[in-house]
C-alpha cells in the first residue's frame, strides 16, 4: 500500500477529532470554503444525452468543480463494462454527498452508485490564502493500471479489457474503480 494513502486513510479517520482541534479561525475558513464549491446543473453539460439529464435533475444531482479547473468537468464517458460500450460516469453531489453515477449504456435506469464520500473531504489549501474542492474523476485505461499497480502495488488487476474510473484528490493521490465480474474493484491509483 502507498504511504500517501495510509495518510489519506489516517486524515479520513481522524477528520472530526482533527478538525475539532484546528483553530476556530481556520475551521471558519474551510466551512466558508464548503459553502463555495462550485455545484455545476447537469445541464451544463451539452454532452450529456436529454434521458441522463432528467435522471441526474430528477435525483437532485449537481456537478462539483475542482477550483483548479478552467471548463467544466467531473462528467466522462467510457467503456467501463465492456470495450466498444459507451458508458457515461458523473459524480454527483446531492446534499454535500458525492458519489459516482456510473450510467450504462448511456441508459437512465440502474445506474451504479460508487465511491459516496462527503464533499467537505476534498477540501485543501490550493493557496497560501485560498481553500479549494479538489475532487476528480477520469477514464484511464490498461496502461494506466498496470503502470500504478507495477509502481505501487496493491489488488492484482483481473485481466484488463475495458477502462476504469480514477477518483482523484487532486494533488494527494486517487484509487481506480474498475467493474469486473459484476461488481466493483478499487485499483491502485496515482500517489
Known amino acids: 500500500m502507498k504511504v500517501n494513502a495510509i495518510f489519506i486513510a489516517l486524515v479520513f479517520l481522524n477528520l472530526t477529532p482533527t478538525f475539532a482541534q484546528l483553530p476556530e479561525e481556520l475551521k471558519r475558513k474551510f466551512v466558508e470554503a464548503e459553502k463555495r464549491i462550485v455545484r455545476l446543473p447537469p445541464t451544463a453539460f451539452p454532452e450529456l444525452s436529454g434521458n441522463l439529464v432528467l435522471e441526474l435533475q430528477r ?4 456537478i462539483p468543480q475542482e477550483a483548479y479547473a478552467k471548463k467544466p468537468h467531473n462528467v466522462i ?7 466498444a460500450q459507451t458508458d457515461w460516469a458523473v459524480l454527483c453531489s446531492v446534499k454535500g454527498v458525492s458519489s459516482i453515477l456510473v450510467f450504462w449504456n448511456g441508459s437512465e435506469k440502474n445506474p451504479a452508485a460508487i465511491a459516496p464520500m462527503e464533499d467537505r473531504n476534498y477540501l485543501q489549501t490550493i493557496t497560501q490564502t485560498e481553500i479549494g474542492y479538489s475532487r476528480g474523476i477520469r477514464a484511464v485505461g490498461k496502461k494506466f493500471l498496470m503502470r500504478h ?15 476504469g474510473i480514477d477518483d482523484a484528490f487532486i494533488g494527494k493521490g486517487s484509487e481506480t474503480w474498475y467493474f469486473h465480474a459484476g461488481k466493483w474493484m478499487k485499483l491502485t491509483g496515482a500517489d
Open 59 to 62: 435525483r437532485g444531482c449537481t
Open 149 to 163: 499497480h507495477q509502481a505501487y502495488g496493491g489488488p492484482t488487476p483481473p485481466p484488463l479489457d475495458h477502462q
Open 77 to 83: 464517458k467510457g467503456e467501463f463494462a465492456k470495450s
